[in-house]
């Protein structure tokens, strides 16, 4: 240790400069790609490691021809939807949208096909098919058209008729989806070990290839948004007018990242600048640690743009972080070197510093070390961002305890010497009130810790995961508004789709059904229908079986599939459902302009798939994905005889719950990683079992409390929340080691433990409330967001660091007094 330290001297001390200089250089390479440093919201972002449900929900889309690359405009005119000037401003409206580059088609009450006229009938179906586009149709006769039909009401018009929608599609090309299927294909080759260097290299080129066109497409979303929104703002003096859909909220939570990160980047700094004015009053105080966290968020920054690596919901926080958690190192270092300054003022600077550094590079590289672990244990919950979240702060706070040890003690040496800040003779810091309380009131410290783990517990007991994806967002943001407007009045936002696969039909001839007495067209035949098509009456009518059960679910919207087609058929056939004849030639008998709306979006006789497609009520108070998800599942193999392997759950219902329902395995899966990691660096750190058990408890009660509280105020986990634990558990356990290390060297001094508490409370006490202060300002800051989960997680680590100094103060001190771990005191 002390050859390495002799090193570190000569290196780094003596030659402040070139160190400096050096940095420097770093500083530049990285920021040559800080241009690179992007922000992601995408599917991919959003859903568990190595889950196919993403997959699957994209080759349904394709298979299908059904996508949810569109916007959805919502239109509530202050009069009479059906009057001439409402329609004419919603043909304008329209017009305007779809006049936009980006924008492939629209659908509306306008080109929608009405069913009024009285010539129209299963044969004249093409001919006589009116439109409001198209043909003078009397605005009340569109209106009963519209309401009538079984496939508009709850989708393109409420049911009652005061809101429409206008669907503007926003078309993906090929090259996308063709792209990520050679992509994922050479991926899972490598993860087999079946590459070779070629591969290896044209899976690069792929998978740089794929960002590049998925960074232009977001642009041109981005950019299509901003258009449309400014094409709205010129209708809404006469109408209530929202924007929705998949890519308006994948572009929003991308603006409310850059937000997050710009707010909480500048408004952490300000508070951080703020506090350290007040606490330590010396310029140097202030410039040194502001430059050691800038730094630190360069660095990070810039290898994030090197690597293309990018920053999701969840991770945006990583700034903020990063600066608190330089700032809790830096902070250690400045009161400890006031401390050698009062105690030995007529040391020099130099010495002043060396000393610092010597006596505080071991805690400071363990508390470092603890907190990465924590970090480090979100890499183990199984869902991507939470992942991508915990390596971005592993690698900070990596770099971070180096900042900290290269450039802090350059930078105070190459600076002036700050005055030293004397107190009043006789007084003693506010920490040491707690030191009192513990020695004075132990068995009450003791009782209420074990009073509070119990409500802890209780409260766990009552976690829960679901929650609504619209109450993530404050009630005047778009993004909710739009939501709320969708899932109330135009059948639901979340969307669902059920693939039921066919039976496969035997290979040997003497189940050919045409050689059977039994004629399927007509009949249900003892041995199934087994012929190659899903337009038979016995198959069609399972499908509105399901169908039926579906719409009939309370959470359920908007129900679609092939039945809605034929009941629109029906209504065409003057009421009357198609015979079976009828139904084998259904797609002969629609023209080619309706198939892509009423066959092909719900039938596919290639792969023998059928598609149900269901929109949920997010904004049910009782919904509950994972319970609806299996009743739904049991119903169809128990009550409709489907076999498991025949269904197949997709789209962003099934993605959504895949996360929520891994919560609460990776919460414990990281927790007890965490817990398990410390308690190992605690028993190598402290040599000692004991210690190592009394270290952990005031940690295991802070973790606990944030918990506990969230279940007793019944907010659910979330992607935010679940790293509130871990995290707690990491920052927090900083405050045990710095005060167990520092009880040790001042035992010796005259092994009394009475006296050593308060020696530490008024020393190295005064550092840790300094740290948590600043973490609890820091944190604050996160209120400031539109993401209800970034607000959850401020409020709640800060809480959590609250209860984890209450802990190390109180708790942790009278835990050493009563098992008395360093020995027999002097007096014994």
């Known amino acids: 240790m002390r050859s390495l330290y002799s090193l570190y001297n000569r290196l780094i001390l003596n030659h402040p400069w070139r160190v400096l200089i050096l940095f420097a250089i770093v500083l530049v390479i990285a920021s040559l790609k800080l241009h690179q440093f992007r922000l992601d919201a995408s599917a991919e972002s959003l859903v568990l490691e190595n889950d196919t449900a993403l997959e699957d929900y994209r080759t349904v889309s394709q298979r299908f021809e059904a996508s949810d690359d569109f916007l959805v405009v919502t239109y509530k005119p202050d009069r009479d939807l059906f009057s001439q000037p409402a329609i004419d401003t919603l043909r304008n409206l329209r017009d305007d949208l779809a006049a936009l580059e980006p924008v492939g088609s629209t659908n509306s009450i306008l080109n929608v096909p009405l069913l009024h006229s009285p010539e129209l009938s299963t044969d004249t179906v093409d001919e006589e098919l009116l439109t409001l586009d198209q043909d003078d149709v009397p605005l009340d006769q569109a209106r009963e058209s519209l309401l009538s039909n079984p496939l508009y009401p709850n989708m393109l018009i409420s049911e009652d008729a005061s809101t429409t929608a206008i669907q503007v599609n926003l078309p993906t090309p090929d090259r996308y989806f063709e792209l990520v299927g050679l992509r994922n294909d050479l991926r899972e080759q490598a993860r087999n070990g079946e590459l070779d260097a070629q591969q290896r290299q044209t899976l690069e080129q792929v998978s740089e290839q794929f960002r590049q066109l998925a960074a232009e497409l977001e642009a041109e979303r981005e950019q299509t948004i901003t258009d449309t929104r400014a094409i ?310 399972r499908l509105e079986q399901v169908h039926d059960y579906l719409a009939g679910l309370p959470e359920t919207g908007k129900v679609l599939s092939i039945t809605t087609t034929l009941r629109l058929l029906a209504e065409i056939n003057g009421g009357e459902p198609l015979d079976a004849m009828e139904v084998a030639f259904v797609p002969a008998m629609l023209p080619e302009d309706l198939a892509p709306i009423l066959l092909t979006p719900y039938i596919n006789e290639e792969h023998h798939q059928a598609r149900i497609n269901i929109r949920l009520i997010d904004s049910l108070p009782d919904l509950r994905r994972d319970e609806l998800l299996a009743e739904i599942r049991n119903h169809l193999t128990g009550e409709l005889g489907f076999e498991d392997n025949q269904l197949l759950f997709t789209g962003m219902t099934v993605m959504y719950n895949n996360m929520l329902q891994s919560l609460f395995d990776s919460q414990i899966r990281t927790l007890g990683i965490v817990f398990l990691a410390i308690a190992v660096m605690f028993v190598v ?144």
């Not at 140097?284 to 968020?297: A, D, E, K, S």
């Not at 590079?361 to 869902?383: E, W």
């Open 232 to 541: 709205l703002d010129r209708y809404r003096d006469n109408a209530e007018i929202h924007l929705g859909g998949v890519p308006m909220i994948a572009s929003d939570m991308i603006r409310f990242i850059e937000s997050d990160l710009s707010t909480f980047g500048v408004g952490v700094l300000i508070f951080l600048l703020l506090t350290l004015v007040v606490i330590f009053r010396r310029w140097q105080w202030v410039v040194v640690p502001i430059l050691c966290c800038g730094f630190t968020v360069w660095l990070v920054a810039g290898y994030l743009g090197w690597v293309q690596w990018p920053v999701t919901v969840i991770s945006s926080n990583f700034i903020s972080l990063l600066l608190i958690m330089t700032l809790s190192l830096t902070i250690h270092l400045m009161v400890r070197y006031r401390e050698h300054q009062q105690s030995n003022p007529e040391d020099e600077h130099q010495q002043h510093l060396r000393d610092t550094l010597s006596t505080m590079v071991k805690p400071c590289f363990y508390m470092a070390l603890t907190t990465m672990v924590a970090f480090g244990s979100l890499t183990f919950s199984g869902i991507r961002p939470v992942i991508d979240f915990g390596w971005m702060m592993t690698l900070g706070l990596a770099l971070a305890f180096a900042i900290s040890f290269l450039v802090f003690p350059v930078l105070v040496a190459l600076l002036p010497e700050p005055a030293v800040r004397q107190g009043r003779p006789g007084s003693l810091p506010l920490t040491d009130t707690f030191a009192r309380i513990a020695e004075r009131f132990g068995g009450t410290v003791l009782t209420g810790s074990v009073v509070l783990a119990v409500l802890c517990i209780v409260g766990m007991g009552r976690l829960s995961v679901e929650n609504s994806f619209i109450d993530y967002f404050k009630s005047d943001t778009e993004i909710h508004q739009g939501m709320v407007v969708i899932d109330q009045k135009l059948g639901g936002t979340t969307p669902l789709d059920i693939i039921i696969t066919d039976l496969e039909r035997p290979e040997d001839t003497e189940s050919d059904p045409f050689a059977s007495d039994c004629d399927p067209f007509v009949e249900d035949c003892e041995e199934g229908d087994l012929r190659d098509t899903w337009f038979t009456w016995q198959k069609l009518d």
């Open 685 to 828: 750190l402290f040599r000692s079992l004991k210690l190592a058990l009394i270290g952990i408890a005031p940690n295991l009660l802070a973790a606990g409390s944030v918990l506990g509280l969230m279940g007793w105020l019944g907010i659910p986990l979330d992607m935010m929340t679940i790293t509130v634990a871990a995290i707690t558990v990491g920052i927090a356990v900083d405050d045990t080691i710095h005060y167990i290390h520092r009880f040790g060297v001042e035992f010796e001094k005259d092994r009394d433990y009475v006296a050593t508490m308060h020696r530490c409370h008024q020393s190295i006490g005064r550092a840790m409330s300094y740290t948590t202060l600043t973490i609890i300002i820091g944190f604050s800051i996160l209120v400031l967001s539109n993401f209800l989960p970034t607000i959850y997680f401020g409020l709640f680590t800060g809480f959590a660091m609250f209860m984890a100094l209450m802990g190390a103060l109180m708790l942790l001190p009278r835990l050493i007094l009563l098992v008395k771990p360093f020995g027999p005191s002097a007096s014994n």
